[in-house]
């Protein structure tokens, strides 16, 4: 690996409401996934009005959860959080994969396969996007493993259009297929459910990228959301279609879940007139000390 990149990512959402309101429970997945490749120096959550308990606890895929409960109303809810880590950058990733696995299709070990179990279910079996997936299949019958994944991951970037979407949940793939559009949440699902019907084992990535230009038109300086795959002796790798990116490069993994709606940022409940709610203002800024 290269010299780490000290990074400092700032998240601010703000929930607004025209008059106060209360708060249920609501939890936070901010907190980056401390690894091999990314180091946690320093980080601060800040929650305004302060809640009566904060509770840290790691979920089933053992992403760091904060559980905020409050007392009191208010009209506004403000979250800040500020991480400042190490991001270790492999510059040309050599993934050996398992000799049995460098070409497609193979057969994940008994072990695996029992594991993986919920890592290669679909949630939105079609047939468009079966037919799609098997075009990157070579037509000589030799098709390579990461050659398949790598023309996947750019074609979606080359022929796809990126749409910024703040709203929750994500369009379903033969939507996104269809439409050639979508937000960087509908291609990773794509890919995840394109993949999946190829028998392979995928799991949605959301958190931060670093884009040094701070490009907005391909998600940088906001959340982010992509894939990864499990391809043996190699191990999960990273595949972000949005911006054609095959490894960690510039991506800052928070949550990891075998569906988008277990990795969401930020989720809870508010009790009011329903007219009260204003909106919701997110802010997030990745940069390099």
Same mark, same amino acid.
């Given at each position: 690996?290269?010299?780490?990149?000290?990074?400092?990512?700032?998240?601010?959402?703000?929930?607004?409401?025209?008059?106060?309101?209360?708060?249920?429970?609501?939890?936070?997945?901010?907190?980056?996934?401390?690894?091999?490749?990314? %180091?946690?120096?320093?980080?601060?959550?800040?929650?305004?009005?302060?809640?009566?308990?904060?509770?840290?606890?790691?979920?089933?895929?053992?992403?760091?959860?904060?559980?905020?409960?409050?007392?009191?109303?208010?009209?506004?809810?403000?979250?800040?959080?500020?991480?400042?880590?190490?991001?270790?950058?492999?510059?040309?990733?050599?993934?050996?994969?398992?000799?049995?696995?460098?070409?497609?299709?193979?057969?994940?070990?008994?072990?695996?396969?029992?594991?993986?179990?919920?890592?290669?279910? %679909?949630?939105?079996?079609?047939?468009?996007?079966?037919?799609?997936? %098997?075009?990157?299949?070579?037509?000589?019958?030799?098709? +390579?493993?990461?050659?398949?994944? %790598?023309?996947?991951?750019?074609?979606?970037?080359?022929?796809?259009?990126?749409?910024?979407?703040?709203?929750?949940?994500?369009?379903?793939?033969? *939507?996104?297929?269809?439409?050639?559009? +979508?937000?960087?949440?509908?291609?990773?699902?794509?890919?995840?459910?394109?993949?999946?019907?190829?028998?392979?084992?995928?799991?949605?990535?959301? +958190?931060?990228?670093?884009?040094? *230009?701070?490009?907005?038109?391909?998600?940088? +300086?906001?959340?982010?959301?992509?894939?990864?795959?499990?391809?043996?002796?190699?191990?999960?790798?990273?595949?972000?279609?949005?911006?054609?990116?095959?490894?960690?490069?510039?991506?800052?993994?928070?949550?990891?879940?075998?569906?988008?709606?277990?990795?969401?940022?930020?989720?809870?409940?508010?009790?009011?007139?329903?007219?009260?709610?204003?909106?919701?203002?997110?802010?997030?800024?990745?940069?390099?000390?």
């Amino acid at each position: 690996m290269t010299e780490p990149q000290r990074m400092t990512v700032r998240h601010t959402s703000v929930y607004r409401y025209s008059e106060p309101v209360s708060f249920g429970e609501h939890r936070m997945m901010f907190r980056p996934r401390a690894s091999h490749d990314l %180091r946690l120096l320093t980080t601060q959550l800040v929650i305004t009005p302060q809640p009566a308990r904060l509770h840290w606890l790691h979920d089933v895929f053992d992403n760091s959860v904060a559980v905020a409960t409050f007392s009191g109303t208010a009209a506004e809810l403000r979250f800040r959080s500020e991480v400042t880590l190490e991001h270790f950058e492999a510059p040309l990733p050599d993934y050996s994969l398992e000799p049995y696995a460098a070409t497609w299709p193979f057969a994940y070990t008994n072990e695996e396969a029992t594991d993986l179990v919920n890592a290669r279910s %679909r949630q939105y079996p079609d047939d468009e996007v079966d037919t799609w997936a %098997r075009a990157f299949i070579a037509s000589d019958g030799n098709t +390579g493993t990461m050659a398949m994944l %790598r023309a996947m991951t750019l074609e979606i970037k080359s022929s796809f259009f990126y749409v910024r979407r703040t709203e929750k949940g994500v369009n379903r793939p033969a *939507d996104t297929l269809r439409h050639r559009s +979508g937000s960087c949440r509908d291609f990773a699902v794509l890919m995840m459910d394109a993949v999946r019907s190829l028998g392979l084992a995928a799991r949605f990535v959301s +958190g931060y990228i670093f884009v040094p *230009d701070h490009d907005p038109a391909q998600g940088g +300086g906001s959340t982010h959301a992509w894939l990864q795959i499990y391809l043996p002796g190699a191990g999960w790798i990273d595949f972000d279609p949005t911006n054609s990116i095959i490894g960690n490069r510039h991506l800052i993994r928070v949550a990891v879940a075998w569906n988008y709606y277990q990795a969401l940022p930020l989720w809870g409940t508010w009790h009011g007139a329903m007219h009260s709610f204003q909106g919701l203002d997110v802010e997030v800024s990745v940069t390099e000390e």
